[in-house]
C-alpha cells in the first residue's frame, strides 16, 4: 500500500498569515499515461464530509478560494494556505488515487493562533 | 440540487449485518464510478470499496474483502454495501462518494454504523 505521510499533525496560524501542510508518499502517484500526480487535498469541518480542494498536485476545484495552493514533484507535496482565514479551521488530508487501496494521510488540524 | 444521500447506518452485534443504501440525484448516476469510504469516531478517512459505473469491476480495502459486498443499481441511481460479519473495529461513520474527473469531488453526510454488544 502506498503510505501518505502528512506533517505537522497541528498547526495554530494567525489570521492572514500562511499555513503550510506537508505531504509525502512512499511511492510515485506520477501517471505514466498522463504524467499528472494523483495526488489531491481535502478540507474537513467539523461534522461535514471532506470537502475535495486541489487534484491532480494543482488543480484548484471550482469555487476554492485562490488563497489554497497546491504544490509538489516526485513523492513530496504541500498545501499552502495564503492568508488564513477564521473559515479554514479544519482538518485537512492529503490523498493519493494512484494505486488501489487509495489512501489517505493522517490529517493535519489547523486552527487560529 | 446534485448530492448523495445515505441510510442503513444501525447499532449493530459484532458478527452481524447491515445493508447501507446510498441515494444520488441531480446527475447521471450510471456514468460515474463510486465509492464507500469510512471515518472511525474521531480518526482519519479509509476507503473501503469502488464500483465502476456497470457494477462489473469491484475493489475493496483488504481489511473488508471478503465480509463487504458493493453493488449498484442504475435504474434506481442507488449504491449499496452489504455489510457481513461486522466487527467492532468496523464502527465508523460511512461515506458514499462519487468518483469524478480526478477523485472523490462529492460526498454524502454518511450514515453511522455502530457495531457493539
Known amino acids: 500500500d502506498i503510505v501518505m505521510t502528512q506533517s505537522p499533525d497541528s498547526l495554530a496560524v494567525s489570521l492572514g498569515e500562511r499555513a503550510t501542510i506537508n505531504c509525502r508518499s512512499s511511492q510515485s502517484v506520477l501517471g505514466r499515461s498522463n504524467n499528472k500526480f494523483y495526488l489531491a487535498w481535502y478540507q474537513q469541518k467539523p461534522g461535514q464530509p471532506p470537502k475535495l480542494l486541489i487534484s491532480w498536485a494543482s488543480t484548484r476545484e471550482s469555487g476554492v478560494p485562490d488563497r489554497f495552493s497546491g504544490s509538489g514533484s516526485g513523492t513530496d507535496f504541500t498545501l499552502t494556505i495564503s492568508g488564513l482565514q477564521a473559515e479554514d479551521v479544519a482538518v485537512y488530508y492529503c490523498?493519493?488515487?494512484?494505486?488501489?487501496?487509495?489512501?489517505f494521510g493522517r490529517g493535519t488540524k489547523v486552527e487560529i493562533k | 440540487e446534485v448530492q448523495l444521500v445515505e441510510s442503513g447506518g444501525n447499532l449493530v452485534q459484532p458478527g452481524g449485518s447491515l445493508r447501507l443504501s446510498c441515494a444520488a440525484s441531480?446527475?447521471?448516476?450510471?456514468?460515474?464510478?463510486m465509492n464507500w469510504l469510512r471515518q472511525a469516531p474521531g480518526k482519519g478517512l479509509e476507503w473501503v470499496s469502488h464500483?465502476?459505473?456497470?457494477?462489473?469491476?469491484?475493489y475493496y480495502a483488504n481489511s473488508v474483502k471478503g465480509r463487504f459486498s458493493i453493488s449498484r443499481d442504475n435504474t434506481k441511481n442507488s449504491l449499496y454495501l452489504q455489510m457481513d460479519s461486522l466487527r467492532v473495529e468496523d464502527t465508523a461513520l460511512y461515506y458514499c462518494?462519487?468518483?469524478?474527473?480526478?477523485?472523490?469531488?462529492?460526498w454524502g453526510q454518511g450514515t453511522l454504523v455502530t457495531v457493539s454488544s
Open positions: 441531480g446527475f447521471t448516476f450510471s456514468t460515474y464510478e
Open positions: 490523498h493519493q488515487y494512484h494505486t488501489t487501496p487509495w489512501t
Open positions: 462518494a462519487r468518483a469524478g474527473r480526478s477523485t472523490y469531488d462529492l
Open positions: 464500483i465502476n459505473p456497470s457494477g462489473i469491476t469491484v
